[in-house]
């Protein structure tokens, strides 16, 4: 009960942010590539509207999800409200969960808009209905998910701005750790290739979660991929939420 009070505190606070202008935006950005650069592509204008539309959801979900979830925490502590909320008394777990499933259903909440505009305007453009698209937008959350718990492990270790950092920097190794690991090893240098290869390992690799060259591509992707793309994220969301919340419990806030 008390971590489901705190996810609504959590989603009334960040809707008071007018988030929802980012759909209006996203739709705007979708409907002028699809309507003004896809004419110009020479036969690829359904292809083009997907890769924009889906990118579109991607980065500014990950741009909301990391401006509101790396200071969630922080300013909690930085208005001195957390004695407040852990004189309920509340676990750490508890405040950990809630501003987590807040965030997420924010999060949540965005993607179902942009998704449901992308949708509807390729319809319009292609006259037949992708559900490639869906699998795509799936993974795309699942993303958001990791990054989400990602970015509340960086509110209760430093500042927003070092958070935000953090996060971004992660966030560009998972999308590249692969192609990282291919240099080290070209490269020839034992403990390069020893750095890169814990780097590839210990931390989330994004790529798994990428599957927008596929679906624009029309090529099939298997169940049992999306269910190991969908299990990886998970484990690793909660490996970053167990690890904010043993943060919260180490700190003294009652």
Partial sequence: M?????AQNTFREGLRDRILLAVVVFGLLVLASGFVIGPLSLGEQTRITQDVGLAAISALCFLIAVLIGTGIVFKEIERKTIYT??????AGWELILGKFLGLSAIIGMLTVGMSAVLLVVN?????QFHPGILIAILLIWME?????????????????????VFTLILYVIGHTSGDLKELAVRFGSPSV???????????PNLEYLNVRGKVIHGVDVDASYILFACAYALVYALVFLTLAALVVDRKEFK
């Fill in 2 to 6: 008390k971590t489901i009070v705190l």
């Fill in 85 to 90: 909320v852990f004189s309920k008394p509340v």
């Fill in 123 to 127: 319809l319009i453009i292609s006259h």
């Fill in 144 to 164: 958001l998910i990791l990054l989400i718990a990602l970015s509340i492990l960086m509110s209760t270790l430093c500042s927003p701005v070092l958070g935000a």
């Fill in 193 to 203: 290739e020893v750095f890169s290869k814990i780097v590839y390992y210990a931390l």
